[in-house]
């Protein structure tokens, strides 16, 4: 008897911390680190402060779990979307632009996650929590360079490895300047691409060059 009622109690604990912690990160997006509270959480959750407390010591706890499940579920995502075996029936050029158009909407769909979460790791730094949070974002960027890389034979760079890593790095740095990075880029209006469409046709044009394959033009 004990357990047929220990069953639904624990099957509702489980419900009310998923109901916690999609809380969390969408109060973490929409109010950044500063205004993400616990009474906050708990009212977008609908429980009470005293029940996140019960499940979590302080909001940096929160957020630590948080995060980690964002970036886990981040890479889960990428191995099922795409897979060495599917990379290898697209052409190069074109999976290139397909990683770069997803990436670009995906960083200004989450502009206001992302950058929170930037912030919070970084945050963190000498941490544990920081070490898993850093191990599992190059864990996702090492798989997407082997994505990359079973197109090798195409890459006319003399290190196919150090060069996909490099465009990769070059891409994400610059899509977080434009992007995540907090500040004012009127002075700059000349030289950035007018659109995202521009963005992306210049971003695939400098991956692939750096990459050694000319001569591609990119929809849009």
């Known amino acids: 008897m004990a357990k047929k009622t220990l069953a639904p109690q624990q099957a509702r604990s489980r419900e009310s911390t998923r109901k916690l912690l999609k809380a969390a990160a969408e109060v973490l997006g929409q109010h950044g680190v500063e205004g993400t509270t616990i009474p906050r959480i708990a009212q977008h959750a609908g429980l009470t402060p ?3 407390y019960r499940r979590f010591p302080d909001k940096d706890a929160l957020l630590e779990t948080v995060i980690i499940g964002i970036l886990e579920r981040q890479d889960e995502r990428l191995r099922i979307a795409l ?11 074109v999976f290139v632009e397909h990683v770069i158009a997803s990436m670009l909407v995906s960083y200004r769909a989450n502009a206001r996650l992302l950058r929170a979460l930037r912030q919070f790791v970084q945050g963190r730094d000498h941490t544990l929590f920081c070490k898993k949070a850093v ?4 864990r996702t960027f090492q798989y997407l360079v082997e994505l990359f890389l079973v197109h090798r034979k195409e890459v006319k760079h003399p290190d196919p490895q150090m060069a996909v890593s490099f465009a990769l790095m070059m891409l994400t740095s610059t899509l977080i300047e434009l992007i995540l990075v907090d500040h004012d880029l009127k002075n700059w209006q000349t030289v950035i691409p007018k659109d995202d469409q521009s963005l992306k ?3 695939v044009r400098s991956f692939l060059s750096y990459l050694g ?3 591609y033009r990119a929809e849009g």
Do not use: C, D, S, W
Request: cysteine-free.
């Open 201 to 203: 046709r210049e971003l």
């Open 213 to 215: 394959i000319e001569q």
């Open 50 to 52: 005293g029940a996140v």
């Open 135 to 138: 191990r599992l974002e190059m």
């Open 83 to 93: 897979t060495p075996a599917m990379a290898r029936q697209i052409p190069l050029p």
